[in-house]
Protein backbone atom coordinates (compact mmCIF):
# COMPACT_ATOMS: atom_id res chain seq x y z
CA UNK A 1 0.00 0.00 0.00
CA UNK A 2 1.26 3.59 -0.64
CA UNK A 3 2.01 5.72 2.24
CA UNK A 4 -0.09 9.04 2.33
CA UNK A 5 1.47 11.38 -0.18
CA UNK A 6 4.12 8.91 -1.30
CA UNK A 7 6.08 10.49 -3.69
CA UNK A 8 9.20 9.24 -5.67
CA UNK A 9 10.90 13.12 -5.52
CA UNK A 10 14.28 13.78 -3.19
CA UNK A 11 13.98 15.61 -0.35
CA UNK A 12 14.05 18.59 0.93
CA UNK A 13 11.10 20.08 -1.37
CA UNK A 14 8.93 22.77 -0.62
CA UNK A 15 5.86 21.28 0.50
CA UNK A 16 5.39 20.22 3.88
CA UNK A 17 4.27 16.76 5.08
CA UNK A 18 1.76 17.16 7.42
CA UNK A 19 -0.27 14.13 7.42
CA UNK A 20 2.92 11.51 6.87
CA UNK A 21 2.67 8.28 9.11
CA UNK A 22 5.37 5.61 9.98
CA UNK A 23 4.06 1.82 9.04
CA UNK A 24 1.74 0.88 10.89
CA UNK A 25 0.11 4.04 11.63
CA UNK A 26 -3.15 4.78 10.55
CA UNK A 27 -4.05 6.12 7.08
CA UNK A 28 -5.16 9.32 6.87
CA UNK A 29 -8.59 10.14 5.88
CA UNK A 30 -8.54 11.27 1.66
CA UNK A 31 -9.28 14.59 1.97
CA UNK A 32 -6.51 15.08 4.92
CA UNK A 33 -3.88 13.52 2.33
CA UNK A 34 -4.96 16.76 0.07
CA UNK A 35 -4.24 18.97 2.62
CA UNK A 36 -0.76 20.82 2.43
CA UNK A 37 -0.45 22.41 5.76
CA UNK A 38 0.85 26.15 6.11
CA UNK A 39 4.08 25.35 7.81
CA UNK A 40 4.19 28.20 10.07
CA UNK A 41 0.54 27.43 11.14
CA UNK A 42 1.86 23.52 11.90
CA UNK A 43 4.63 24.97 13.81
CA UNK A 44 2.56 27.22 15.52
CA UNK A 45 0.09 24.80 16.37
CA UNK A 46 2.75 22.13 17.51
CA UNK A 47 4.17 24.79 19.90
CA UNK A 48 0.91 24.81 21.81
CA UNK A 49 1.12 23.69 25.39
CA UNK A 50 -1.19 20.28 25.45
CA UNK A 51 -2.36 17.61 28.05
CA UNK A 52 -3.58 14.28 28.06
CA UNK A 53 -6.74 13.80 29.87
CA UNK A 54 -7.99 10.80 30.54
CA UNK A 55 -11.67 9.90 28.72
CA UNK A 56 -13.64 6.98 28.01
CA UNK A 57 -16.12 6.00 25.59
CA UNK A 58 -19.78 4.79 26.99
CA UNK A 59 -23.07 3.64 24.73
CA UNK A 60 -25.68 5.94 25.49
CA UNK A 61 -29.58 5.64 24.64
CA UNK A 62 -30.46 8.51 22.50
CA UNK A 63 -34.04 9.52 23.33
CA UNK A 64 -37.27 9.38 21.40
CA UNK A 65 -35.86 7.07 19.17
CA UNK A 66 -37.78 4.08 18.32
CA UNK A 67 -36.52 1.39 17.97
CA UNK A 68 -34.21 2.63 20.16
CA UNK A 69 -30.77 3.66 19.31
CA UNK A 70 -27.51 4.73 21.25
CA UNK A 71 -24.54 6.27 20.46
CA UNK A 72 -20.85 6.40 21.86
CA UNK A 73 -20.23 9.56 24.30
CA UNK A 74 -17.33 10.74 25.91
CA UNK A 75 -16.91 10.70 29.53
CA UNK A 76 -14.36 11.26 32.45
CA UNK A 77 -12.66 8.04 32.75
CA UNK A 78 -13.15 7.63 36.32
CA UNK A 79 -16.52 8.65 36.95
CA UNK A 80 -17.67 7.86 33.21
CA UNK A 81 -19.67 11.72 33.72
CA UNK A 82 -19.73 13.46 30.43
CA UNK A 83 -19.26 16.61 32.74
CA UNK A 84 -17.12 15.55 35.84
CA UNK A 85 -16.32 18.44 38.48
CA UNK A 86 -13.87 16.27 40.48
CA UNK A 87 -12.23 15.24 37.20
CA UNK A 88 -12.20 19.28 35.38
CA UNK A 89 -13.72 17.68 32.40
CA UNK A 90 -16.45 19.08 30.74
CA UNK A 91 -17.16 17.04 27.01
CA UNK A 92 -21.24 18.31 26.75
CA UNK A 93 -19.83 20.52 24.02
CA UNK A 94 -17.28 17.84 22.20
CA UNK A 95 -20.18 15.31 22.67
CA UNK A 96 -23.49 17.88 21.13
CA UNK A 97 -21.11 18.97 18.41
CA UNK A 98 -21.04 14.87 17.32
CA UNK A 99 -24.55 14.11 17.98
CA UNK A 100 -25.49 17.36 15.60
CA UNK A 101 -22.72 15.64 13.09
CA UNK A 102 -24.59 11.76 13.12
CA UNK A 103 -27.92 13.52 12.81
CA UNK A 104 -27.57 16.67 11.01
CA UNK A 105 -29.10 16.84 7.18
CA UNK A 106 -26.46 15.90 4.27
CA UNK A 107 -27.21 19.23 3.48
CA UNK A 108 -25.85 20.88 6.77
CA UNK A 109 -22.16 18.93 6.85
CA UNK A 110 -20.04 21.05 4.68
CA UNK A 111 -18.65 18.40 2.09
CA UNK A 112 -15.12 18.60 0.81
CA UNK A 113 -13.62 21.50 -1.34
CA UNK A 114 -13.93 21.20 -4.96
CA UNK A 115 -17.21 19.27 -4.52
CA UNK A 116 -19.49 20.56 -7.13
CA UNK A 117 -23.25 21.67 -6.33
CA UNK A 118 -25.57 19.34 -6.88
CA UNK A 119 -27.18 20.07 -10.30
CA UNK A 120 -30.34 20.14 -9.20
CA UNK A 121 -30.44 23.11 -7.11
CA UNK A 122 -29.55 25.29 -10.61
CA UNK A 123 -32.35 23.07 -12.36
CA UNK A 124 -34.83 24.17 -9.43
CA UNK A 125 -33.73 27.79 -9.75
CA UNK A 126 -34.06 28.06 -13.62
CA UNK A 127 -37.18 26.23 -13.77
CA UNK A 128 -39.31 28.84 -10.69
CA UNK A 129 -37.64 31.64 -13.25
CA UNK A 130 -38.84 30.01 -16.49
CA UNK A 131 -42.45 29.50 -14.72
CA UNK A 132 -42.37 33.16 -14.16
CA UNK A 133 -41.53 33.79 -17.56
CA UNK A 134 -44.49 32.24 -18.74
CA UNK A 135 -46.83 33.80 -16.38
CA UNK A 136 -45.04 36.68 -17.06
CA UNK A 137 -45.60 36.30 -21.06
CA UNK A 138 -49.21 35.55 -20.44
CA UNK A 139 -50.14 38.83 -18.16
CA UNK A 140 -50.18 37.09 -14.92
CA UNK A 141 -48.17 39.44 -12.89
CA UNK A 142 -48.60 38.03 -8.99
CA UNK A 143 -48.23 34.58 -10.28
CA UNK A 144 -45.23 35.71 -12.39
CA UNK A 145 -43.63 37.57 -8.98
CA UNK A 146 -44.22 34.72 -7.18
CA UNK A 147 -41.82 32.68 -9.13
CA UNK A 148 -39.36 34.90 -9.34
CA UNK A 149 -39.19 35.16 -5.76
CA UNK A 150 -39.36 31.21 -5.41
CA UNK A 151 -35.97 31.30 -7.88
CA UNK A 152 -34.61 33.93 -5.82
CA UNK A 153 -35.24 32.82 -2.44
CA UNK A 154 -33.49 29.27 -4.11
CA UNK A 155 -30.79 31.06 -5.35
CA UNK A 156 -30.25 33.07 -1.88
CA UNK A 157 -30.24 29.99 0.08
CA UNK A 158 -27.41 28.31 -1.61
CA UNK A 159 -25.02 26.86 0.91
CA UNK A 160 -22.09 29.48 1.68
CA UNK A 161 -19.59 26.78 0.22
CA UNK A 162 -21.38 27.15 -2.79
CA UNK A 163 -20.10 29.92 -5.24
CA UNK A 164 -21.29 32.63 -4.46
CA UNK A 165 -20.80 33.89 -8.35
CA UNK A 166 -23.21 31.45 -9.28
CA UNK A 167 -25.72 32.43 -6.81
CA UNK A 168 -25.36 36.22 -7.32
CA UNK A 169 -25.93 35.49 -11.21
CA UNK A 170 -28.71 33.29 -10.48
CA UNK A 171 -30.60 35.82 -7.59
CA UNK A 172 -29.76 38.76 -10.24
CA UNK A 173 -31.50 36.96 -13.14
CA UNK A 174 -34.56 36.45 -10.67
CA UNK A 175 -34.90 39.80 -9.01
CA UNK A 176 -34.25 41.49 -13.01
CA UNK A 177 -37.14 39.66 -14.07
CA UNK A 178 -39.28 40.72 -11.10
CA UNK A 179 -38.61 43.84 -11.29
CA UNK A 180 -39.96 44.21 -14.85
CA UNK A 181 -42.94 42.53 -13.91
CA UNK A 182 -43.48 44.71 -11.15
CA UNK A 183 -42.97 47.66 -13.58
CA UNK A 184 -45.70 45.97 -15.34
CA UNK A 185 -48.12 46.19 -12.37
CA UNK A 186 -47.15 49.75 -11.80
CA UNK A 187 -45.55 49.37 -8.60
CA UNK A 188 -42.75 51.30 -9.05
CA UNK A 189 -41.69 51.56 -5.89
CA UNK A 190 -40.98 47.51 -5.72
CA UNK A 191 -39.98 47.86 -9.54
CA UNK A 192 -37.17 50.00 -7.86
CA UNK A 193 -36.22 48.24 -5.03
CA UNK A 194 -35.50 45.19 -7.17
CA UNK A 195 -33.60 46.61 -9.67
CA UNK A 196 -31.05 48.12 -6.96
CA UNK A 197 -30.53 44.73 -5.83
CA UNK A 198 -29.82 43.44 -8.79
CA UNK A 199 -27.47 46.77 -9.24
CA UNK A 200 -25.49 45.39 -5.88
CA UNK A 201 -24.94 41.72 -6.95
CA UNK A 202 -24.03 42.55 -10.56
CA UNK A 203 -23.07 46.12 -11.05
CA UNK A 204 -21.49 46.13 -14.68
CA UNK A 205 -25.11 44.35 -16.25
CA UNK A 206 -26.79 46.67 -17.88
CA UNK A 207 -30.01 45.22 -17.61
CA UNK A 208 -30.19 46.37 -13.41
CA UNK A 209 -29.30 50.15 -14.69
CA UNK A 210 -32.27 49.94 -17.16
CA UNK A 211 -34.64 48.37 -14.64
CA UNK A 212 -33.82 51.18 -12.28
CA UNK A 213 -34.11 53.86 -15.04
CA UNK A 214 -37.36 52.58 -15.99
CA UNK A 215 -38.47 52.23 -12.28
CA UNK A 216 -37.52 55.93 -12.20
CA UNK A 217 -39.39 57.26 -15.03
CA UNK A 218 -42.30 55.40 -13.61
CA UNK A 219 -41.89 57.19 -10.31
CA UNK A 220 -41.55 60.79 -12.47
CA UNK A 221 -37.82 61.40 -11.32
CA UNK A 222 -36.66 61.91 -14.78
CA UNK A 223 -33.19 63.39 -14.22
CA UNK A 224 -32.04 60.62 -11.71
CA UNK A 225 -33.38 58.09 -14.96
CA UNK A 226 -31.11 59.90 -16.81
CA UNK A 227 -28.23 59.54 -14.58
CA UNK A 228 -28.93 56.00 -13.49
CA UNK A 229 -28.72 55.50 -17.76
CA UNK A 230 -25.49 56.73 -17.52
CA UNK A 231 -24.24 54.59 -14.69
CA UNK A 232 -25.01 51.54 -17.27
CA UNK A 233 -23.29 52.72 -20.24
CA UNK A 234 -20.17 53.16 -18.46
CA UNK A 235 -20.15 49.28 -18.49
CA UNK A 236 -21.11 48.73 -22.11
CA UNK A 237 -21.74 52.32 -23.81
CA UNK A 238 -22.32 50.93 -27.10
CA UNK A 239 -25.90 49.02 -25.21
CA UNK A 240 -28.57 49.93 -27.75
CA UNK A 241 -31.29 49.34 -25.27
CA UNK A 242 -29.46 51.86 -22.96
CA UNK A 243 -28.79 54.35 -25.40
CA UNK A 244 -32.59 54.22 -27.34
CA UNK A 245 -34.08 54.70 -23.40
CA UNK A 246 -31.41 57.77 -22.87
CA UNK A 247 -32.56 59.32 -26.07
CA UNK A 248 -36.47 58.77 -24.56
CA UNK A 249 -35.62 60.27 -21.10
CA UNK A 250 -33.95 62.91 -22.53
CA UNK A 251 -36.79 63.72 -24.43
CA UNK A 252 -39.20 63.78 -21.34
CA UNK A 253 -36.63 66.21 -19.49
CA UNK A 254 -36.83 68.96 -22.38
CA UNK A 255 -40.59 68.43 -22.55
CA UNK A 256 -40.68 69.18 -18.83
CA UNK A 257 -38.55 71.42 -18.86
CA UNK A 258 -40.24 73.65 -21.66
CA UNK A 259 -43.58 73.79 -18.97
ZN1 LIG B 1 -14.66 12.25 36.75
Not at 76 to 85: G, Q, R, T, V
Not at 178 to 206: C, K, M, Q, Y
Not at 215 to 226: K, Y
Not at 240 to 246: Q, S
Request: glycine share 4%; hydrophobic share 40%.
Amino acid sequence: MAAPHAHPHPHPHPHPHPQQVGPGGPPGPNVLQQFNGDPAMQALLDSLPTRTVPFAFVEAPIPNTQPPQSQQMVVCAEHKLPSCDACNVNYTALNYMHQFLRTAPPEAIPPPPNVQPPPQRAEQIKQAKEAGNVAFKAGNIPVAVQNYSRSADMALSRPPWELAQLSKEETSIALCNRSAAFHLAGAWANALADAEAVIALRRPWTKGHFRRARALVGLGRFEEAHDAIIDGLQFEPEDKELNAFLAEVDAKIEEQNKL
